[in-house]
């Protein structure tokens, strides 16, 4: 059975097209790792020592390993990361 037309219009139409996205690492643009000193010295001041950037992970941890060995008191760390990321359309809109 087909559907009737309505009497009246009843608000504009639209198509929309939905399209599945898929969201990964860019193989493109390389990583960036830094890993720096949350120790402080007797009075309280913060450390402030870094790696510097890296392009790996396990380069930029391993710069922890050698300032724990120059100041033994300094023992907290963080580790900033920037990974590249896309979005890729499974099929390109058109
Ligand atoms: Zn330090």
């Not at 720096?36 to 402030?48: I, V």
Request: net charge negative.
């Amino acid at each position: 059975m087909a559907l009737e037309a309505p009497a009246r219009e009843i608000g504009k139409r639209r198509l929309f097209r939905f399209v599945d996205w898929a969201f990964g690492p860019d193989p493109d643009r390389d990583e960036v790792h830094l890993v720096y000193c949350d120790g402080e010295d007797e009075a309280g001041n913060p450390c402030g020592a870094d790696s510097g950037e890296h392009g790996d992970r396990e380069t930029a941890e391993m710069w922890a390993f050698e300032h724990a060995a120059e100041q033994p008191d300094h023992r907290s760390y963080g580790h900033l990361a920037y990974r590249p990321m896309i979005t890729v359309p499974n099929e390109e809109p058109t």
